[in-house]
């Protein structure tokens, strides 16, 4: 894979995270994606899951992400997307900037292994819901 179609895919990606369109996002994957962040307690299988996740996730938090940099590898099967993203809680605004990684693997032009890492301790202290 070309490093601007990398890039390309790789901003498509991020683009789709950030409009928080669960559709759009899952077009992005695989129908038996894997996914895995510091969120998931384990890995999502497959698109049904990948969507309830989605659903959960965007519910509570509005994020943006801003593509730093993408590394592909050499046999053209993935990447590593290194980002910048603001995590703000719909609860009650608290928000943090954090980068982080992607590791992706593509197949047929979709993702079809994605693990996320960043610092989880940089997000938002919970508070205690008055009552």
Same mark, same amino acid.
């Given at each position: 894979?070309?490093? $601007?179609?990398?890039?390309?895919?790789?901003?498509?990606?991020?683009? =789709?995270?950030?409009?928080?369109?669960?559709? +759009?996002?899952?077009?992005? &994957? $695989?129908?038996?994606?894997? &996914?895995?962040?510091?969120? $998931? +307690?384990?890995?999502? +299988?497959? @698109? =049904?899951?990948? +969507?309830? &996740?989605?659903?959960?996730?965007?519910?509570?938090?509005?994020? #943006?992400?801003?593509?730093?940099?993408?590394?592909? &590898?050499?046999?053209?099967?993935?990447? !590593?997307?290194?980002?910048? =993203? #603001?995590?703000?809680?719909?609860?009650?605004?608290?928000?943090?900037?954090?980068?982080?990684?992607?590791?992706?693997?593509? @197949?047929?032009?979709?993702? =079809?292994? !994605?693990?996320?890492?960043?610092?989880?301790?940089?997000?938002?202290?919970? #508070?205690? #819901?008055?009552?």
């Amino acid at each position: 894979m070309e490093s $601007t179609d990398l890039r390309d895919l790789a901003q498509r990606m991020l683009d =789709a995270w950030t409009s928080q369109d669960v559709a +759009r996002v899952l077009d992005c &994957y $695989t129908d038996d994606c894997v &996914y895995v962040d510091p969120n $998931t +307690r384990g890995p999502v +299988r497959g @698109r =049904a899951a990948m +969507r309830r &996740y989605l659903e959960r996730l965007f519910a509570g938090w509005q994020m #943006t992400w801003a593509l730093r940099e993408a590394h592909g &590898y050499a046999d053209g099967s993935g990447a !590593n997307v290194l980002w910048r =993203a #603001t995590f703000a809680r719909k609860r009650d605004g608290a928000a943090a900037e954090i980068d982080g990684m992607d590791l992706v693997v593509l @197949r047929d032009g979709r993702i =079809a292994r !994605n693990e996320v890492a960043f610092d989880r301790s940089r997000l938002p202290p919970e #508070t205690p #819901t008055p009552g």
